[in-house]
């Protein structure tokens, strides 16, 4: 699970130069991935004996997988630049900590006298993926991720990557924590439901995922620690599961 503690004040975030220079290496790499398959597609007209139908059929993965990574690498490098006022997650996209905490400050301010809902989702399992497949496949599942959690949300709540695989949703207004558990469990079931397959055969991805309410004048690590204690019970529970702290 990634750490909820404070970042070194020694790291230094990507400049928005490095997220453009990622947007076109991943449009490149991108399009050379279709030209690939298109050119393995375009044979399959030519194997007319069964068996090489067959053989040609299988070496489609290979290629599919690679395309499927392009792709999840574009959509998070192009579709989604990062939030205005800072550098943001280069990977994803999202909001950064540091963006994080301005934003939750000032959603603080707006209801100052109202606990507001936090969401801390752990991707599982993100070092396996890392062994058994590939860091850029790990990558693509981080920016898969990111982009169920853009789909499955709303524009008022603030969406950030605030260690290597964990991600927190900020609800951008008063909500009772029934309703934010259901949201947390739409979220928890998306991701579960995500077309994991075309990153990597044979590849699951689930989370685990922390709710806490942030009661007002409590700071931003207080509550992030809670919600870390909640996600840590989801992961001696058996991971893929919604648990909340008060």
Not at 29 to 46: F, I, K, N, V
Not at 50 to 72: D, K, N
Request: hydrophobic share 50%.
């Amino acid at each position: 699970m990634g750490s909820l503690a404070p970042p070194s004040p020694d790291a230094t975030p990507a400049p928005p130069a490095a997220q453009r220079r990622a947007g076109d290496s991943a449009l490149d790499e991108a399009l050379a991935a279709c030209a690939t398959l298109t050119a393995r597609l375009a044979a399959l007209p030519s194997a007319t004996d069964p068996a090489a139908q067959r053989q040609a059929l299988r070496e489609l993965a290979a290629p599919l997988q690679a395309t499927g990574v392009a792709l999840a690498r574009l959509d998070a490098a192009g579709a989604h630049p990062a939030p205005a006022g800072g550098d943001g997650d280069p990977l994803t996209g999202l909001a950064d900590r540091a963006q994080l905490a301005s934003a939750s400050a000032g959603l603080a301010l707006r209801y100052p006298d109202t606990p507001l809902m936090l969401i801390a989702a752990d991707v599982d399992h993100l070092r396996h993926v890392n062994d058994a497949w590939s860091r850029a496949t790990g990558d693509a599942v981080l920016q898969a991720v990111a982009g169920v959690l853009r789909a499955q949300s709303r524009p008022q709540d603030v969406l950030a990557r605030v260690d290597a695989d964990l991600f927190v949703v900020a609800l951008g207004g008063p909500v009772s924590t029934t309703r934010a558990l259901l949201v947390a469990e739409r979220l928890r079931a998306a991701v579960e439901a995500h077309a994991w397959e075309a990153l990597g055969a044979g590849l699951r991805v689930t989370a685990s995922i922390g709710v806490a309410a942030r009661a007002p004048g409590e700071s931003l690590d207080d509550v992030l620690a809670r919600a870390g204690v909640a996600l840590k019970e989801c992961k001696r529970a058996g991971r893929n599961q919604v648990r909340s702290r008060a």
